[in-house]
């Protein structure tokens, strides 16, 4: 059993949630519920949840504040929020899971199988990588966990993405080489927007660094820092409708 409790400052967001667990996650033994970050912080300390189905928005301290409480949280989280399309990115970018409001049952049981199957990440490097992505949430700037910490880019500065297994190498404008713990799909899902494609199963390109597009040898990009790039046939026909729009 994954024990778990709710911080929530809507009773009635407390009530529905702690009913569609017990409908639908028998695998969750629910602790109890509480209404605001104080109430939550004494819950967490008498009962040791395993995880956390916390509430951002709430009246006085929100759901980092709580956060902020506990140096080497013990605990997982699955954030319970309203918030906009770009921070759901970051959410998705940072490893924490998210049920958005009003809460789907088939969302909370596919988050809460996400969670038994990925236990044990660090909530303390996740939270810098989610800190880091909503303090910067202007579409000119993305975070980029790195194996040094953070590196804060402009999404220009990314000249390509190369699948490698389950992470992603990321090359810069600078010539530097990033290798990040992600998939290229969850890439290719926080660049949305920023002139990104997918050319190939293993390689998302900035179409602004693509300098041409040859048809010869089946097909592929000449990239500004020097790669040579096949573009997969099935993408070839979206990737020139994008890439004439440049």
């Given amino acids: ?3 778990a409790i709710i911080i ?9 949630l702690a009913w569609q667990i ?3 996650c028998p695998q969750i033994e629910l602790l ?3 209404g605001n970050v104080a109430d939550g912080i004494k819950m967490i300390h008498e009962t040791g949840p395993q995880l956390l189905f ?13 956060l902020e409480a506990f140096e080497n949280p013990n605990f997982d989280i699955i954030f319970t929020t309203a918030y906009n399309q770009y921070a759901i990115k ?3 970018f940072s490893a924490f899971d998210y049920l958005l409001k009003p809460i789907d049952a088939d969302d909370l049981k596919n988050a809460v199988i996400r969670y038994a199957g990925k236990k044990g990440h660090s909530v303390k490097e996740q939270l810098k990588v989610l800190a880091a992505q909503l303090q ?3 579409p000119n700037r993305i975070a980029i966990p790195s194996n040094d910490g953070l590196m ?4 220009e500065q990314i000249v390509r993405c190369e699948s490698e297994s389950n992470y992603t190498k990321v090359f810069l404008d600078t010539k530097q080489k990033i290798v990040v713990a992600k998939t290229l799909k969850d890439m290719e899902d926080v660049l949305a927007g920023f002139g990104f494609y997918r050319i190939h199963h293993s390689h998302l390109v900035n179409l602004t660094h693509v300098q041409s597009y040859i048809r010869s040898d089946g097909g592929y990009v000449m990239m500004s820092d020097g790669t040579h790039i096949t573009v997969a046939r099935n993408r070839r026909s979206g990737f020139i409708d994008q890439f004439s729009k440049i």
Avoid: H, R
């Fill in 8 to 16: 929530d400052d809507e009773k009635n967001a407390q009530e529905v």
């Fill in 22 to 24: 017990k409908q639908y």
């Fill in 136 to 138: 910067y949430k202007s």
């Fill in 152 to 155: 804060i880019v402009k999404p």
């Fill in 90 to 92: 970051a959410f998705k």
């Fill in 54 to 66: 916390l509430d951002i928005e709430m009246p006085v301290q929100n759901g980092f504040d709580l």
């Fill in 1 to 3: 059993m994954i024990t």
């Fill in 32 to 34: 109890g519920c509480a």
